[in-house]
């Protein structure tokens, strides 16, 4: 395993779709154990953002780099990366149990049985456990694709819209279990309380630039008296100007 002081890192990372420039040069870094809110406008870049950082897509121009390797070409990335994309489908024809096994099996669990029994507990999945992917409601896949992406318990966690889906009390448990999780974090959401309570700081992006970046103490400390933290936001996405 390398060692690196960072979990990501970009530079002047371009992004390309056809003749769209989806990410105009973008760059950023996040510590070992650092826990960041990834914000925008739809269209942004969020989502590609963590594709690039996931090794799912490969940057046109920059640097990608996960603990010091490029997710795009080194396997060792896949042992230490959990995924949630945004409307992640996992295996429909598999009961969610029968999901778990097989993906902690692939990732080289031990006793892979027992992690699936735990972490159906932990996210209240083993009423469902024998339920086809197909047969459930679109909460219990959002739970089941949490599920898959931390059964490994990965060192960094990227999480697209991870509450997408899901009740107020189901959010509130989901939460609480991802706050007492000690891995690096990315997390893109559009939600400012969703960001507020997961992570510590934050990386905002319009228009596949970068224009602020921070702790949420630093943005709470730009609105003015009796201003909530949603304008400050929403001023800093609109004026589209580096900060």
Not at 103 to 117: C, H, P, S, T
Not at 120 to 133: G, I
Not at 183 to 194: E, W
């Amino acid at each position: 395993m390398k060692t690196s002081e960072d979990a990501v890192s970009l530079s002047d990372v371009v992004k390309l779709y056809g003749n769209f420039v989806a990410l105009k040069g973008i760059s950023f870094r996040i510590p070992d154990g650092g826990k960041y809110a990834l914000l925008g406008p739809n269209g942004a870049g969020k989502s590609t953002t963590l594709k690039l950082i996931a090794g799912l897509l490969k940057p046109d121009k920059g640097i990608v780099r996960v603990y010091g390797y490029d997710p795009a070409n080194d396997l060792e990335t896949k042992k230490i990366i959990g995924y949630l994309p945004e409307d992640a489908t996992p295996y429909r024809n598999l009961s969610v149990r029968e999901n778990l096994e097989y993906i902690a099996a692939l990732r080289g669990i031990e006793n892979a049985a027992d992690r699936a029994l735990e972490i159906m507990d932990a996210l209240k999945l083993r009423d469902y456990e024998r339920a086809k992917v197909a047969k459930l409601s679109r909460g219990n896949i959002q739970k089941l694709a949490l599920a898959l992406a931390i059964i490994h318990r990965p060192r960094l966690l990227l999480l697209d819209e991870p509450l997408n889906y899901l009740d107020i009390p189901t959010q509130e448990e989901v939460i609480s279990m991802l706050s007492k999780i000690g891995n690096s974090m990315l997390v893109s959401t559009h939600i400012m309380a969703v960001a507020g309570r997961l992570t510590d700081n934050i990386i905002m992006i319009s228009r596949g630039t970068l224009i602020w970046q921070g702790t949420f103490a630093k943005l709470k400390g730009m609105s003015s008296e009796g201003e909530p933290i949603e304008k400050v936001v929403a001023r800093l996405m609109t004026d589209g100007q580096v900060v």
